[in-house]
C-alpha cells in the first residue's frame, strides 16, 4: 500500500525567501506524480504534474522533482510571497491504479 | 478548461436530515468522478468511485447506504449523505476525470457539511 509523507507540516517564512517543500512515498513502481495548491475551505488546484519518466517539471516560480528511486519529490518556489500562503499537497498515483494517494500536506505561511 | 463545480460551496443541517451534493464537469465529459472526504488538517481521503451509469465502488470502511452516490450523466454526480449526524461534519470533494485523458483528476471546489 502506497503511502505518502509530507515535511515540514507546516512553515512560516519572510517574504522572498526560496523555499522547498518534501514530499516521500513507499513504493517506488509509479505512474506519476501531482503537486497541488489548497486555500483555506477551497478545493485543490493543481500546480504541476510530473509523470514516471520526467525528472522535473517547472512552472513559473515552481519547480518539481522527481526521484523514483529514493521515493522522493520536492516542490520548490522561488521568490515567495504572501500569496503562495496555502496547503500544498502532494499526490502519488501508483502503476497499475487512477486513484492517488495524498500526503497531508505543509500548510506555508508567508508573512510580508 | 476542465472545470468542475459543487453545490452547494456550504451547508448546514440539522442531525437526522439527508443532505445532497452535487459535482458536475462544466466543459467536458466525466467518464468518472470521485467523492474525498477532507477533516482539518488532514489528507483527502477516497471514499467512492463513479462510473456513468454504473453503481458506486466504495472504499473500505464508507457506509454505501449512508452515503449514497448517483452519476447519472457525464457532467453530473451527486452525494448524499442520509440521516446526517455530527460526525459527518466535513468537507467533501469532489473530482473527475475526462474521456480524453484519465491521467489528471479535476477537482470541485469542496462543499464544507456541517451537521448541528
Known amino acids: 500500500k502506497q503511502e505518502v509523507t509530507q515535511i515540514p507540516a507546516a512553515l512560516s517564512v519572510p517574504e522572498g525567501e526560496n523555499l522547498v517543500l518534501n514530499c516521500s512515498f513507499t513504493?517506488?513502481?509509479?505512474?506519476?506524480l501531482q503537486w497541488f495548491r489548497q486555500d483555506p475551505g477551497k478545493g485543490l488546484t493543481s500546480l504541476l504534474l510530473?509523470?514516471?519518466?520526467?525528472r522535473e517539471q517547472t512552472s513559473g516560480r515552481l519547480n518539481a522533482s522527481l526521484d523514483k528511486s529514493s521515493g522522493r519529490s520536492t516542490l520548490y518556489i522561488a521568490a515567495s510571497q504572501p500569496g503562495d500562503s496555502a496547503t500544498y499537497l502532494c499526490?502519488?498515483?501508483?502503476?497499475?491504479?487512477?486513484?492517488?494517494?495524498f500526503g497531508r500536506g505543509t500548510s506555508l505561511i508567508v508573512h510580508p | 478548461g476542465a472545470v468542475v463545480s459543487q453545490h452547494p460551496s456550504w451547508v448546514i443541517c440539522k442531525s437526522g436530515t439527508s443532505v445532497k451534493i452535487e459535482c458536475r464537469s462544466l466543459d467536458f465529459q466525466a467518464t468518472t468522478m470521485f467523492w474525498y472526504r477532507q477533516f482539518p488538517k488532514q489528507s483527502l481521503m477516497l471514499m467512492a468511485t463513479?462510473?456513468?451509469?454504473?453503481?458506486?465502488?466504495?472504499e473500505q470502511g464508507v457506509e454505501k447506504d449512508k452515503f449514497l452516490i448517483n452519476h447519472a450523466s457525464l457532467t453530473l454526480s451527486t452525494l448524499t449523505v442520509t440521516s446526517a449526524h455530527p460526525e459527518d461534519s466535513s468537507f467533501y470533494i469532489c473530482s473527475a476525470t475526462g474521456l480524453e485523458s484519465t491521467d489528471t483528476q479535476y477537482f470541485g471546489p469542496g462543499t464544507r457539511l456541517t451537521v448541528l
Open positions: 513504493d517506488s513502481a509509479i505512474y506519476n
Open positions: 463513479s462510473n456513468e451509469g454504473s453503481k458506486a465502488t466504495y
Open positions: 510530473i509523470q514516471s519518466s520526467q
Open positions: 499526490a502519488v498515483r501508483s502503476g497499475g491504479s487512477y486513484i492517488p494517494t
